[in-house]
């Protein structure tokens, strides 16, 4: 007599994988791995492909982002961001204290002068500003604003810049305990070409020869007034430019940035005073996109890139609605991945440092993990019993602190499944749900 066989026993028994998406036995059967339950692909829309009703997304002040051409657009209240690399996700507010962000010649100019509405901007409007050299001959050439910042508070300046008749800019801090930092940056060649004493420094490419740079400080303590400036530079790094200035050679400029930050957010227009980004959220409903936990296994995969690293523990996403207990924690030698309970949720965390069973408060992401692109998958297996999962396609075992499974109860299905939670800076592609435990090769091949 024979059998009909469901799909999820045909994958059970044929699981050598083909590729992505086919599967095989050795009765030479190809099927297709089972559809997610629920899956957005977050790179130009946050349409679901499969799954019911509408991803959410909120933030309650305007924002700007990159296009995937390099342009920076800007876009209103409650409006998703789509860079090269997914959805923009930037779950902490932050606030530019620079006035009038795109009038440089606001700032106090030294052996120096400002053109403005100059040349095409990176929003696309004719009003980038040229900062020039004048006819000084051996001498230093810079643009200064002064701020009243709070005691050893790290802050991050940032500017756009393009190259024109100088090819390098030197952006400088002395901060309330006279102390002076700078980095010198090479727009030719988009490099950070001399650091001294900042914090952190970077260098994005964007269309039509422009850069956004920053530099990251501590604003220190006592009586000096801190300040930041900017100078012209040769190619040697040199700011005591040799021989007479002309009065027309220089860089342009536009859009400058302060925020109380240790890492660079995306750009804050401001008019007459600062201006404040407010953070935002991605969720899912629950209703009929997880399946109910009791009694059914699920698999949720996560692609995943960080552009930051934040004070508090960065979260991919989070179900809520669960038991107040810890869940346990995967431990690596270098990357660690934690599945754990706090309050309501559970939430899921990479880590690029290793931690204790127990410990939450772990070490930051570090700059070797910044923009690189990660996938997490979470298991519970209701049939076994096992919390497994796998960070980049490499499957861990998880080090329970508690019988997982059984304290996962029907409340979740008040919850959310949020794509950005308490602190996580960065990207994310694609987000899947699927109601039966992957197994390892599943996995890999996902």
Known sequence: MSKTLSLREIQRNYSEP????LYTGTRGMLIKLATPLCSVQLKNNIVMT?????VVFKRNSPASYIDIYGRLQVVGFDQPRFEKDGLLIENESSTNLIPFSSELNRWSL?????????ELSPDGNTNAEK???????NTSHYIEKTF???????????IFVRREEFGRIRIANTNKANSNTWATFDILNGVVSEVAGVADTSITPLANLWYRVSITFNSGTGATTPNVRIYLSDNTNNIAISGNGNGTDGVLLWGAQLEAKSYMSSYIPTLASSVTRQSEQCYIPFEYNFPHVPDSSVSVVVDFKYSTSTSDTPR???LSGMNNSYIGSYVGNAKSVNWWKSGNPIYVEYKSASSTNGTVNVSNISADDLDISHKITMVFNRETGELYGSLDNTKFSVNAQVDIL???NADISSGLINLGHNGFNGHISSFRIYDFALSEA???NI
Do not use: C, W
């Open 50 to 54: 499969h799954g019911v009703g509408n």
């Open 316 to 318: 991919v996403f989070f």
């Open 406 to 408: 059984p304290s996962m």
């Open 131 to 137: 900062f020039k050299i004048d006819s000084t001959s």
């Open 442 to 444: 599943e996995m890999g």
């Open 110 to 118: 030294n052996r120096a002068d400002i053109r403005i509405n100059d």
């Open 18 to 21: 083909v590729n992505a998406q």
């Open 148 to 158: 009243s910042l709070a005691d050893n508070t790290n802050y991050t300046f940032s």
